[in-house]
């Protein structure tokens, strides 16, 4: 049984930082492609970043710069680095486990959290 659980969302201002992360439970974590997603209210859930096993990582064009994604496979946990955060930014973000060894996530049957709120605000 695989659990994703998320921490470190909170209230923030505009221009400002915070550090998501994701504890993995289950064996083998550093060989799985992981990655966050967001929803914002009224929108498609859409990828933010993803990171492979050996660790390549992959950004939206909206995060490309400000967001960092990385992860520690002893810890078997993930992370997301969120500087010059901006109100657009504000949204539930999720971790996600692919369920196979692969290079794309499949939403459908993938691994996710329950969300942690990142609020952008002044």
């Known amino acids: 049984q695989v659990q994703l659980v998320e921490s470190g969302g909170g209230l923030v201002q505009p221009g400002g930082s915070l550090r998501l992360s994701c504890a993995a439970s289950?064996?083998?974590?550093?060989?799985?492609?992981m990655g966050w997603y967001r929803q914002a209210p009224g929108k498609q859930r859409e990828l933010v970043a993803r990171?492979?096993?050996?660790?390549?990582?992959n950004y939206a064009d909206f995060v490309k710069g400000r967001f960092t994604i990385s992860r520690d496979n002893a810890k078997n946990t993930l992370y997301l680095e969120m500087n010059n955060l901006k109100p657009e930014d504000t949204a539930i973000y999720y971790c996600?486990?692919?369920?196979?060894?692969?290079?794309?996530?499949?939403?459908?049957?993938?691994?996710w959290g329950q969300g942690t709120q990142v609020t952008v605000s002044s």
């Open positions: 289950g064996s083998m974590f550093s060989i799985y492609l």
């Open positions: 990171i492979t096993s050996g660790g390549v990582a």
């Open positions: 996600i486990r692919s369920r196979i060894i692969s290079s794309y996530f499949d939403p459908a049957s993938d691994y």
